[in-house]
């Protein structure tokens, strides 16, 4: 199987899974490298902003392998400020990644699975995908167009013996907390959101450092591996269940003013 975003963070923790389960792992990351040696577990260099490389290192695991069951798109990074004052290269920027990189890497993958007629396609996205937080605006645009993609691939794919599940994972301590990026208006002295921007940022770094172990998502993706079926959308542990379950159920405008008001909106 192929893993984007190995080197760190959930990646690391899903390829190390999976491969003590008995899966074959190929952890893909711009570093190639890996957090620990793991049996069962190589990893590759890859750029999945790099179509070139994507294909090649899909190629290359064909031909070691014979065959290719499972990709889990995972790479990602983030953003953070006003939508005011975001340009189109930051947004874009955090569209490259998450999205186009996942893309590129679904579509590299799909011809493999369909001469199997047996493919498994996970997209490691967010509970922000259903619920938008502020100065969170692309974030939450990116995680809720891979949730739709993944959704639509799934029932052009019916019938074919692919199948496309969504994870959504609430918090969780990782590496993407320092590795957020603030855009330049979110840094400037004059930017009229400031006050209630910093008090956001210092909530979402506090719940996302305090968050739960990656751990909790590679079981999550193994559990899925492991059913005849996959579920097309999952969210792990119960308290971020209920999260997105209240955000289904509540009225639109509650929800906003819900969101707004622990996220200083
Ligand atoms: N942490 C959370 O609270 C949280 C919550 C919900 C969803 N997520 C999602 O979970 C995924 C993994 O994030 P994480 O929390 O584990 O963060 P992380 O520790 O920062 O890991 C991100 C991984 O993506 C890789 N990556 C970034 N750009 C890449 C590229 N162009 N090509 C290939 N690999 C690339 C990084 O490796 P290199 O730098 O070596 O390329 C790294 O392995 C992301 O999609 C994120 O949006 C995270």
Redesign the pocket.
């Known amino acids: 199987m192929l893993l984007?975003?190995?080197?760190?963070?959930?990646?690391?923790?899903t390829a190390r899974i999976l491969a003590c389960a008995g899966m074959k792992v190929y952890a893909?990351?711009?570093?190639?490298?890996l957090e620990s040696e793991t049996p069962g577990v190589t990893a590759v260099k890859?750029?999945?902003?790099?179509q070139e490389n994507t294909l090649a290192v899909v190629r290359d695991i064909v031909e070691k392998e014979g065959r290719l069951d499972v990709v889990v798109?995972?790479?990602?990074?983030?953003i953070f400020g006003p939508v005011e004052g975001t340009t189109e290269e930051e947004a874009r920027y955090q569209f490259?990644?998450?999205y186009f990189?996942a893309l590129k890497t679904i579509q590299a993958c799909l011809p493999v699975f369909r001469s199997q007629h047996y493919g498994r396609i996970i997209t490691?996205?967010?509970?922000?995908a259903v619920l938008q937080l502020p100065f969170q605006g692309f974030?939450s645009s990116v995680?809720a167009a891979m949730l739709s993609l993944s959704e639509s691939l799934s029932m052009e794919l019916r019938g074919t013996g692919i199948e496309c599940c969504s994870i959504?994972?609430?918090?969780?301590?990782?590496?993407?907390?320092?590795?957020r990026k603030l855009t330049g208006y979110a840094k400037s002295e004059d930017n009229p959101y400031k006050g209630k921007m910093e008090k956001n940022l210092a909530k979402i770094e506090k719940?996302?450092t305090g968050?739960m172990s990656?751990d909790v998502?590679g079981r999550a993706i193994l559990r899925q591996l492991k059913k005849k079926h996959m579920s097309v959308r999952v969210i792990p542990r119960i308290d971020y269940k209920a999260v997105g379950l209240l955000v289904r159920i509540l009225p639109e405008g509650a929800k906003l003013r819900l969101l707004r008001a622990l996220y200083n909106g």
């Open positions: 984007t975003g190995g080197s760190s963070g959930i990646g690391a923790a893909g990351s711009r570093r190639g490298t890859l750029d999945v902003n790099d798109c995972n790479a990602g990074n983030g490259e990644t998450c990189g490691v996205t967010s509970v922000m974030y995680k959504l994972p609430g918090d969780v301590a990782t590496g993407f907390t320092a590795a719940d996302e968050g990656p998502i």
